[in-house]
């Protein structure tokens, strides 16, 4: 939906008009006309005011119609959970000459839930990841002090000797790989030798 179409429909291609459009429009008479480019395309919501209604895929800059006007076509994605992927109703509506709408019922068109109290992708993961640790700490220092009898302050961390020696574990970790990494670079070069009289 997003790309060019895969085939140029043939009656497209008779007239000699192989233009490469993500939309083609054949009439009964077989005359072709590309509705729209690629690169005129944009993106909207169907109704600013009930955004889970649906989106809108909108072409512009098609081929021209008598008086110069440019075809355009609007792909309205109504939001239809039970659709699946869905498909476009089987007739198209003229709004206007040389404008037009295809109405799709899809799930494509449903707005998408968020990944809840840390939200979605990497930074949620990142969130994830400083919560757990904050916790780890509160509760292993609750825990070192009033079972382990631990002063107030570092020596009540977790694992306190491991989080001291991880700076060095880390600085070690960096040496080391950036050895494996200069001896790796070096064997991959060739040397050559100049040979006389070439």
Known sequence: MCDNANDVPEACVM?????QAPVFQ??????????????SMEWEL??????????????????????GIARDIRIQ?????DAGVGKPLDYYVLEEDCHYSITWPSKYGCPVASGGLFGS???S??????????????????????FNRAQFG??????????????????????FSKAKLDEMMSRGKTSYERVDGL
């Open 46 to 67: 169907i109704d600013d005011s009930e955004p889970a209604a649906g989106v809108e895929l909108y072409y512009f800059d098609g081929e021209q119609c008598q008086g």
């Open 26 to 39: 054949v009439t009964n008479r077989s005359d072709c006309f590309w509705l729209g480019q690629l690169r």
């Open 121 to 123: 992708g990497a930074g």
């Open 125 to 146: 993961w990142l969130w994830f990841l400083v919560f757990a640790f904050t916790a780890y700490a509160a509760v292993g220092c609750a825990f070192n002090i009033a």
């Open 15 to 19: 007239l000699q008009k192989a233009v």
């Open 154 to 175: 570092f020596d009540a961390m977790p694992h306190a000797e491991f989080w001291r020696e991880l700076p060095s574990l880390v600085a070690d970790g960096i040496v």
């Open 77 to 81: 994605l109504f939001c239809d959970p």
